[in-house]
């Protein structure tokens, strides 16, 4: 059977009836609109994760403050102590490491009004944290082992600190020039740039508060572990080996202090997506609630329709229509429904989803997609109208001819 004898077919059930064809299109339509925005959020959430951080954190550990207890802790021996360890590649202290809920967030540039100021993640660590983190530097140079102090917040110093900023910072103190070599204002001591990296994460405490991907790193090591941070940078295939020899130095040294397994900081990068991977859940969830629904009400309304115009159908086979005509006609008229409800839920994601605020705002599918997904959507839809089809082929054609109304 061609087209052009599809097209000849009767209608017998749903496309006779206006109303509940008409339900059934919006139905399918929303389940389109529904669908496309659960693609939109895997396509965020992927593109949220795969992103470039400037770090390859796969190969970093972090392991959290080890509080106050017994004696303090002698830093740069413990720092030579981990470097010491087989795996370990850099280690450093600092106040603060990306991904983590601790945030060190200051002021920069002039004076604006509140609301539009800079506001930078200030990391302090020197120059072996930067050697930790990896940074990749854009221009200028790093910071050198003879820059680096001890941070004291109580010492008084008007002495001019070097920094490096990330790109990011650099773009909004400097607009259009090279911010190498320029001051920043704001902090309590003066700084300089000295370098610029390309990117540098922000701690999940500065998101909201710090301007975005607005970080700054000074030559500023802490000298307490007992609230700072242990960085500590390794190769991805012995991370766990080297988490397991850290700590057990680390209580071995320290015994007195609670020592928390160290951290993998790509694990710590999901819980700045959890957002994200919330809403591509609730989107997937009501998508497939939604299509769930939508191919239970047309295999339920094909079937009652099949009911209600059993006669009709049986005057069809009556007069020579044969199963397959009318298992085609069924399949036909759902074809016809779910299209049309595609078409117009194509149209209103197009004009629909770019004016709404984020997360539902929507970028425009590729055709690949919406081929994907209407092929898809037909598909199910088919699926749904075998067992109507299959009630409409098995009416009898002499069950017509038994109304005493009928003349053949």
Same mark, same amino acid.
């Given at each position: ?337 779910? @299209?049309? =409800?595609?078409? #117009?839920?194509? &149209? +209103? *994601?197009?004009? /629909?989803?770019?004016?709404? !605020? $984020?997360?539902?705002? %929507? ?6 997609? @919406?081929? =994907?997904?209407? #092929?898809?959507? &037909? +598909? *199910?839809?088919? /699926?749904?109208?075998?067992? !109507? $089809?299959?009630?409409? %082929? ?15």
């Amino acid at each position: 059977m061609n087209f052009r004898s599809l097209c000849r077919l009767p209608l017998l059930l749903l496309c006779r009836h206006r109303g509940l064809a008409a339900l059934l299109v919006l139905e399918v339509a929303i389940g389109f609109l529904l669908l496309y925005l659960a693609w939109q959020a895997q396509a965020n959430w992927r593109r949220a994760l795969e992103a470039p951080s400037g770090l390859d954190e796969a190969a970093l550990l972090v392991v959290p403050p080890m509080g106050r207890a017994g004696d303090p802790v002698d830093v740069p021996a413990l720092i030579r102590a981990l470097r010491h360890l087989p795996g370990v590649q850099a280690a450093a202290l600092t106040n603060q490491v990306p991904y983590d809920r601790n945030s060190w967030n200051g002021s920069v540039g002039a004076r604006l009004p509140v609301g539009r100021e800079h506001i930078a993640s200030v990391y302090m660590g020197g120059p072996a944290l930067a050697d930790a983190l990896g940074l990749r530097l854009g221009a200028g140079r790093g910071l050198s082992a003879t820059e680096e102090e001890i941070m004291d917040p109580r010492a008084r110093n008007d002495t001019e600190l070097p920094a490096l900023i990330t790109q990011a910072l650099a773009e909004r103190l400097y607009p259009d020039q090279s911010a190498v070599g320029r001051p920043i204002m704001g902090l309590p001591r003066p700084i300089r740039v000295v370098g610029v990296v390309e990117r540098l994460p922000l701690p999940l405490g500065s998101l909201g508060n710090a301007s975005p991907g607005a970080a700054m790193l000074l030559p500023l090591r802490p000298d307490d572990a007992s609230w700072a941070y242990l960085l500590i940078r390794t190769d991805p295939r012995q991370r766990d080996a080297v988490a397991r020899r850290v700590h057990a130095l680390l209580v071995a040294r320290h015994p007195e202090r609670p020592v928390a397994m160290p951290l993998r900081v790509d694990e710590m990068r999901l819980q700045t997506l959890h957002a994200e991977n919330r809403w591509r859940w609730t989107t997937l969830a009501c998508a497939t609630g939604w299509w769930l629904l939508t191919l239970l009400s047309l295999g339920v309304a094909g079937h009652l329709w099949v009911q209600q115009s059993a006669l009709r159908i049986s005057l069809h086979r009556a007069v020579g229509a044969t199963t397959r005509q009318i298992r085609l006609a069924v399949r036909w008229e759902h074809f016809l429904i779910t @299209l049309t =409800g595609i078409g #117009l839920g194509t &149209l +209103a *994601a197009r004009g /629909l989803f770019h004016r709404l !605020p $984020a997360p539902w705002t %929507a970028e425009p599918a590729s055709p690949w997609w @919406l081929l =994907g997904a209407a #092929l898809l959507i &037909l +598909a *199910a839809s088919q /699926l749904a109208a075998t067992w !109507p $089809a299959r009630r409409a %082929a098995g009416v009898a054609p002499e069950r017509v001819t038994r109304r005493p109304w009928v003349r053949l």
